[in-house]
């Protein structure tokens, strides 16, 4: 992202943030819009309508659900990206309905068990999204979908920590603040999950996003390295001893191959060479002190967990039609019309990120980290397949065979 983009979109939220903070974000209504809005509405309240009564006389005939760790019915993790063959890898939209066809349960796969937001008491959205998933690009969206849809867009909560974990103190802290937020409000929290249940609280609905965890760890390299970080560094930091110009202009292909500290991703490490936000799992893992070694099992089984019964949706930004459309239909009250408002900006959202240039990390190199993070990956995919799971149980597609 360039600097001059960065700089201003922080500016903006920071905006929003003193701004609005506890209202609504207002958008600008243009009559046009608004009728060609209400004709695609009516036709979608039919078309849900037609497609609600039709699940509905599905579900009732089924009776078992399957769920296991695996999202896709399997109790270990025989199902990953390296095992699948070549030709119909699982972790893609078609691979699992493939899947899921050949094995026979396909016809097991509805809404119902797939759907969390059932269990919610508020009607709260936390959506604690990890560092470095590109949900930055979801926000205009979320902006257009506040007014559309009448929800509030929370972007601070009460707890201002570095810290990777919070304290009990904290949790609670957190928790009895998110009860009290008017209902219909989405907050963007930087926390990991949090057991409202635990504290005896209402569980609110949970979201999060997923990316491919060596290109969050990639991005996340490069963010470190840029000039603005430099800044910061200093500011932070006066006086201390800078880190020489080579530090700072090493590719991360470079910084692996020279086995640099911050380029090592040591297994179960929990304390970290510079700051950083390889263990995506975490935020999906809670707030034990167990959920922090690196790539470790244990974190990524109560990840999976977690992700399997507490959140309505997990979705990822390299599927965005999925994940609008899986929004779109297990949260409908926050998410209704999305898809449609995303098609509608998605020019001044692409604009935004034109700059976005990919970093170049070589095969071998990627291939050498990947090796490091087998529990991360496990992770993603169990995500992915869920969300493709998800998507298949609302029967949209009759194109897939
Ligand atoms: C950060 O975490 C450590 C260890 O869990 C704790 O001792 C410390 O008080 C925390 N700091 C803050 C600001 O919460
Ligand atoms: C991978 O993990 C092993 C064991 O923790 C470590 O020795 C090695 O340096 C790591 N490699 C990379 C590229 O992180
Ligand atoms: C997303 O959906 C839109 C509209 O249905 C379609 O034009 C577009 O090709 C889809 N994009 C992807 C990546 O599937
Ligand atoms: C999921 O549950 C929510 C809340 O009960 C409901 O509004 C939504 O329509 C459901 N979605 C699906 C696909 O079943």
Redesign the pocket.
């Known amino acids: 992202m360039s600097l001059g983009a960065d700089r201003s979109y922080k500016m903006k939220l920071r905006d929003v943030e003193n701004a609005f903070k506890y209202r609504r974000i207002p958008y600008p209504k243009r009559s046009v819009e608004l009728i060609a809005l209400l004709a695609i509405s009516c036709t979608f309240f039919l078309f849900m309508h037609t497609n609600k009564l039709n699940s509905r006389l599905k579900e009732m005939e089924v009776k078992l659900q399957p769920s296991e760790f695996s999202a896709l019915g399997l109790t270990s993790n025989h199902v990953s990206g390296h095992d699948a063959g070549k030709h119909d890898d699982i972790n893609t939209l078609h691979g699992t309905y493939q899947y899921l066809k050949s094995t026979g349960q396909l016809r097991r796969v509805r809404p119902i068990y797939l759907n969390n937001t059932r269990f919610a008491g508020l009607e709260v959205i936390v959506f604690n999204r990890p560092t470095r998933v590109c949900t930055e690009q979801m926000m205009p969206l979320l902006r257009q979908l506040s007014t559309m849809n009448d929800m509030n867009v929370v972007l601070n909560g009460p707890v201002r920590?570095?810290?990777r974990?919070?304290?009990e103190k904290?949790q609670e802290t957190e928790i009895a603040w998110t009860t009290e937020l008017e209902s219909g409000t989405l907050y963007i929290a930087h926390s990991n999950w949090l057991d409202f249940k635990s504290f005896g609280y209402k569980k609110p609905i949970y979201l999060s996003m997923v990316r491919d965890p060596i290109d969050r760890v990639v991005h996340d390299y490069y963010k470190r390295h840029s000039r603005t970080k430099r800044q910061i560094y200093r500011r932070m930091f006066p006086g201390q001893r800078e880190r020489p110009e080579e530090w700072y202009l090493q590719s991360f292909n470079q910084c692996v191959r020279n086995g640099s500290p911050e380029c090592q991703f040591i297994q179960h490490s929990v304390t970290d060479y510079v700051e950083d936000f390889k263990r995506q799992s975490l935020f999906f893992c809670g707030n034990h002190?167990n959920c922090l070694p690196f790539n470790s099992p244990h974190a990524v089984q109560e990840a999976k967990s977690r992700v399997e019964k507490e959140y309505s949706v997990v979705g990822t930004w390299e599927e965005k039609n999925i994940t609008l459309t899986v929004l779109e239909k297990y949260v409908p009250r926050f998410f209704n019309h999305a898809r449609f408002l995303y098609k509608l900006h998605s020019n001044s959202i692409r604009n935004r990120n034109r700059n976005n240039r990919k970093p170049r990390v070589d095969p071998d190199v990627r291939e050498m980290v990947r090796r490091n993070f087998t529990n991360e990956y496990e992770f993603y995919y169990f995500c992915k397949q869920r969300l493709y799971k998800q998507y298949l149980a609302l029967q949209l597609e009759d194109n897939l065979r």
């Open positions: 920590t570095m810290n974990t919070r304290t904290q002190l």
